[in-house]
Every structure is written in C-alpha cells, then in structure tokens.
C-alpha cells in the first residue's frame, strides 16, 4: 500500500467500477445482517442502516477527493503541474473563498489537465504517507493492522463453523422439549451420535485443517487473481439470490417462522459493528474508482451504489427475520434443516440445502490468502526504517507471515462467535478506517494544498465540503464506539 505513484491498469466504464464497488461492500457482513436485524428490532435497524450508509458514503466522498488531491500533489512534485489562474474560486477546508462566482471560468485549466484529475492510483497508505506526520502514519498503520486481523479472525471462524454445522449430525434428544424451551445445541454436546467429539472438538479439528490448508499461502505472493475472484463473485450471487428467493417464496405460502419486535436498543452495538463491515470500501477504494474512465457525475453514481446495497442488506435481512424464527450467526447455516421449524423444510433439495452452508468455505477460502498476505505486507510497512535491507531474511520471509496467520487462528480458537468477531471489527477498527482515518485525510489534504497551491480547483471536492462535517465524522465515530464499548462493559460480552 506504500510506495510512489501506482500504475491504473487497464481502464473500464463507469457501470464496470460501479459493479465492482457493489461486490466489493456486499460479502460477509451480509451473512450476519439477518442476525443483527433481529436483535435490534426491525424498524430500529432500518434507520440505524439507513443513517450508517449515509455517514459512510460521506466518508467516501472524503477519500474521493483527497485521492484529487494527491494526485495533485505528485504533479507539483515532479514539476508536472503549474499553478492554475487566479480567478478559479478558492476552497479552503472545503468552504469557498467567494461563492458568487461559478466554479470554472475562463481561462482556468479545464477537466483534463487539472492537476487533481485521478489519473494515478494513490492508495490509502500512500496518501497517509503524503498528509500525516509519522505518529498519524503509526496510528493509520495500527488502524489498518487491527482491522486487517479482525477480518482474518472472521473468516477464520466462519470457515470452522459453516463445516462444522454440515458434518456434526447429533440432534437434541428431546427435540420437543428443547423447542419449547428455545434451546439449542452447545459446544459441549455431541457431533455425532454414540461418538466422544463434541460440537467444539469439531469446530477445532476444521480450524486446524483450514490453518494448515490456507495459512502456507501467507508465505508466498499471489500475482494473479482474477479467476479466484471471478469465481468468488458467481458464488456469492448464485447463493446470495438462492436465499432471497427461497424465503420470498415461504413468506408467499403464509409459512413465514418470523415475528421480531420493532425496536430492542440492547441490539444496536452489535448492529453498529455489522453495519460497519458491512459498508466498508474505504482501504480499497482508490483501486477501484481510479481507473473508471470517465468520472463524470462519480458522487452521483457511488451515491446509486449505496442506494442499491442499502435495498439489498434490508430486502435479505427482512425477508430472513420474517421467514425464520431464529436465527445464526452465518444466514447460510439457517438453510439445513431445523427440527424446531414446525413447517416445510425451506428446501428439500440437499445440494442447495449443502451448498448454501458451504457459501462461506467456497468464498472466504479464496480470499483469505488475498488478505493474509495484504495484512503481512502493511505489517513489514509499518514497522520499515526506510532502509534498503531492511529486515534480515528469517524476519522477513518467516516472522512477519507467521505474524499475519497466528494471531487470528488464536482468536478463532478462543471463539467461534462470528456475529461478535464482525461487530467488534466493524465497531473499533472499522470505524477508524470508515470514519476517522478518510476525514483526517481528507481535512489535512485541504490544508497541505492550500498552502501548496492556494488557487487549485478540486474537480472531485466532496458535497461535504464545509469543515463542519469533518468534524461530525469524527464525533459520529467518537459517540458509537462509546456506545459499543460501554454495552460491553454492562453486559460483559
């Protein structure tokens, strides 16, 4: 994520970037939405996903524009750039100098050769590199690293948990009984029948298969991932529209298991913690908009985006909190057969029924490698002197990877909880990355630019513009960590 300015690649159309944008958001914070809905009620989940888009599209836009500013930036330094005429209207932290005039008048440098035009890629530890000193840089490496690890620890465990669900098939004795008293099968119970390994054992015995199957990619590099993600992507759709279409049609014959309450308030740090996830694109987002060609009407159109990832969260968890009445972590795992469900089997068909709970086995197997090797490279980074040997060899090829893989798989052995691996990232580290970090960069590149070149138009200047919302960013972050963290504190999770 270091390093000078980075080649685009092959350019592609804005609808191409606009799809990528949507599968990169829409991945395992879907699968616990459902599960986040019906702890906080309906309708109190509702708005607070509604109220989290918009803060997160916000932050967007803020990381938008400081990727105009960075490329600005690189030019002057390179002496590839002039300063503009003085008659182009003056923004200094985001407020006009003289709103009466219009944004471009004669004589200023039109779209294409704007110093701020997003011709190179500058990705986000770049761009902290540019506008932080080195204590902001250490925290946004901290940040990065923190986040980096909850999002291994995530699949770490979901990977264990989706396997251990299809292979254990030890159901409760008394299934009449335990309905009634809304129990269901612990860790400590059996995974199968007349056999000593419980359902923890299993789940164990799957992480220690998946440690040693995935972990080895972290000590290589992977060049070439387009067909993983390829495959990864008609996946994910394939199983996501299986589920929505499974549940419409139980919701259509009237066999819906579902009754949530509107609002329960004990809910909403878990859901803040999803919703987070759930919304982030921010550590990836200059990869993705820089090589769109045409930029045109680019805040428009990610604003579309979010609009339509906004429907989808609430049309699967909606559909999910209506049609079942409880519900797991991971929304794949509700599609096995439930001898509480009095009703139809949602499906009797077993390969859908299967490969619907193995979804996250197909799909996180094939980024975990991705992410694990991103996470070992921010962590020689963050921790690089700027020398041109900088680690010996045992540090660099066997410390740093074992670094990156062993932390996760200890918190995955720790618990199993995957909604509460995805709220705490989402809640801590995710906001950081979602939040503070895009309004920092985007507030301390205003103000490296002014002084650099006080008369430069930003073509993609956020809508947020005013100072003001620099600062709600932060006491927006500020208050739900708060939040979050005092629920934990009074509940002790």
């Not at 804005?14 to 309906?42: C, D, E, K």
């Not at 990156?404 to 918190?411: E, G, L, S």
Request: charged fraction near 15%.
């Amino acid at each position: 994520m270091a390093g000078g300015i980075t080649d685009t690649g092959a350019g592609y159309s804005r609808l191409i970037g606009l799809i990528y944008i949507f599968n990169l958001i829409v991945g395992t914070g879907a699968l616990t939405m459902p599960s986040a809905f019906a702890s906080a009620g309906w309708l109190l989940s509702l708005i607070i996903v509604i109220a989290l888009a918009i803060v997160s599209n916000m932050t967007v836009s803020f990381v938008t524009e400081a990727m105009g500013w960075a490329n600005a930036k690189l030019r002057y330094d390179a002496g590839q750039a002039h300063m503009p005429p003085v008659n182009v209207s003056r923004v200094v932290d985001g407020e006009d100098a003289d709103e009466s005039r219009p944004l471009l008048q004669n004589g200023t440098c039109d779209h294409s050769t704007n110093p701020c035009d997003m011709t190179e890629r500058t990705e986000l530890g770049q761009m902290a590199k540019m506008f932080f000193n080195k204590w902001g840089l250490l925290a946004f490496y901290l940040c990065m690293v923190l986040y980096l690890y909850g999002d291994l620890a995530i699949y770490a465990a979901a990977v264990p948990v989706s396997l251990r669900d299809v292979i254990c098939t030890y159901k409760l004795p008394n299934v009449t009984e335990a309905c009634n008293h809304s129990l269901k099968l612990t860790d400590s119970d059996n995974c199968w029948e007349g056999r000593d390994i419980d359902r923890g054992q299993a789940y164990r015995i799957c992480l220690t298969i998946f440690f040693v199957t995935g972990g080895p990619f972290v000590f290589f590099n992977i060049q070439k991932t387009k067909y993983l993600q390829l495959f990864t992507t008609v996946m994910r759709w394939l199983s996501f529209g299986t589920m929505v279409v499974l549940a419409v049609i139980r919701l259509s014959k009237g066999q819906g298991q579902g009754h949530p309450e509107a609002a329960d308030f004990s809910g909403i740090p878990n859901l803040f913690g999803v919703c987070v996830y759930s919304f982030m694109c921010h550590h990836s987002l200059p990869s993705l908009v820089t090589p769109i060609n045409n930029k045109k009407g680019l805040f428009r159109l990610i604003g579309l985006d979010f609009l339509l990832i906004l429907g989808f969260y609430a049309l699967i968890s909606f559909t999910g909190i209506f049609a079942f009445n409880k519900l797991n972590d991971l929304y794949t795992l509700n599609f096995l057969p439930d001898p509480c469900d009095s009703s139809e089997p949602i499906t009797n068909v077993a390969v859908i029924q299967y490969f619907l709970a193995l979804f996250p086995v197909f799909t996180l197997s094939t980024n975990f490698p991705i992410i694990s090797i991103t996470l070992r490279n921010n962590l020689k980074t963050m921790f690089y002197k700027g020398d041109s040997n900088p680690f010996p060899w045992v540090v660099d090829r066997i410390v740093f990877p074992l670094g990156a893989i062993i932390p996760p798989f200890i918190i995955a052995f720790c618990t199993s909880q995957v909604e509460f691996l995805v709220g705490v990232t989402g809640s801590y580290a995710g906001a950081g990355i979602q939040y503070v970090i895009p309004a920092a960069l985007v507030y301390f590149a205003r103000k490296d630019m002014n002084r650099r070149a006080p008369n430069l138009q930003n073509p993609y200047t956020s809508p947020f513009k005013h100072r003001a919302w620099v600062w709600f960013a932060y006491t927006w972050a500020t208050v739900c960590m708060v939040i979050v963290s005092v629920n934990h504190i009074i509940t002790g999770k």
